[in-house]
C-alpha cells in the first residue's frame, strides 16, 4: 500500500513569503496527486489536481510541481486568507484507491 | 450548479446501526464515482472508499474494508454510507466527495457523535 508524507507538518511565515510544502509517496504515483485547503470549520476545497492544474478559480498564488514521488505546492506570497491545513492526496485512476496526506498546518506569523 | 448535500447530524449509542446520505444534483450523477472521507476531530482527512453509482462499483480503503458499507441508488442521486453496529471511535464527521482528477464538489459533512 502506498504511503504519503507531508513536511513540514506545520510552518509559520509571515505575510508575503514564499511558502512551500513537499508530499512524498512511497512509490511513483507518476502525477495522480491532489492538493486540498481545508480551513478550520470548513469543508476541504481543492486547490490542484494532476500534481500542477490549478483547478478553477483557485488564486494563481497557489501552484503545484512534482512527479514520480516527490511533490510540493507553493503559496507564491502569502495571505492571511490562507492560513489553513493542506493536504495532499494520491489517487489510483485505475484501483480507485485515494489516500490523504497527514497535512501541513499554515500560520501567520 | 453540483452540489452534494448529506444527512443531519446524527446522535447514537454504541452498537446501533447508521445510515447516512449524500444526494448529488446539477450533474450527471451516475457518471462520477463519489468517495467518501472520514475526519475525526482534531484530526486530518482518511480515505474511507468509493463508489461508482452507475454500476455500484465499489472499492474500500483496507482500514474501513468490513467497517462500513458504501451503496448508491441512482434512481434517486443518492449515496450512502452505513454502519450496522457503531463505536465510540467512530465520532466524526463525514464528508463526501465527486471524484473528477480529484475531489471537487464535496458535502457539507455529517457528523457522527456515538456516546452512551
Known amino acids: 500500500d502506498i504511503q504519503m508524507t507531508q513536511s513540514p507538518s506545520s510552518l509559520s511565515a509571515s505575510v508575503g513569503d514564499r511558502v512551500t510544502i513537499t508530499c512524498r509517496a512511497s512509490q511513483g504515483i507518476s502525477n495522480y496527486l491532489a492538493w486540498y485547503q481545508q480551513k478550520p470549520g470548513k469543508v476541504p476545497k481543492l486547490l490542484i489536481y494532476?500534481?500542477?492544474t490549478l483547478q478553477s478559480g483557485v488564486p494563481s498564488r497557489f501552484s503545484g510541481s512534482g512527479s514520480g514521488t516527490d511533490f510540493t505546492l507553493t503559496i507564491s506570497s502569502l495571505q492571511p486568507e490562507d492560513v489553513a491545513t493542506y493536504y495532499c492526496?494520491?489517487?489510483?485512476?485505475?484501483?480507485?484507491?485515494?489516500?490523504f496526506g497527514p497535512g501541513t498546518k499554515v500560520d501567520i506569523k | 450548479e453540483v452540489q452534494l448535500v448529506q444527512s443531519g447530524a446524527e446522535v447514537k449509542k454504541p452498537g446501533e446501526s447508521l445510515k447516512i446520505s449524500c444526494k448529488g444534483s446539477?450533474?450527471?450523477?451516475?457518471?462520477?464515482?463519489i468517495g467518501w472521507v472520514r475526519q475525526m476531530p482534531g484530526k486530518g482527512l482518511e480515505w474511507m472508499g468509493i463508489i461508482y453509482p452507475g454500476d455500484s462499483d465499489t472499492r474500500y480503503s483496507p482500514s474501513f474494508q468490513g467497517q462500513v458499507t458504501i451503496s448508491a441508488d441512482k434512481s434517486i442521486s443518492t449515496a450512502y454510507l452505513q454502519w450496522s453496529s457503531l463505536k465510540a471511535s467512530d465520532t466524526a464527521m463525514y464528508y463526501c466527495a465527486r471524484s473528477y482528477g480529484g475531489y471537487d464538489y464535496w458535502g457539507q459533512g455529517t457528523l457522527v457523535t456515538v456516546s452512551s
Open positions: 446539477g450533474y450527471s450523477f451516475t457518471s462520477y464515482w
Open positions: 494532476a500534481a500542477s
Open positions: 492526496q494520491k489517487y489510483n485512476s485505475a484501483l480507485r484507491i485515494f489516500t
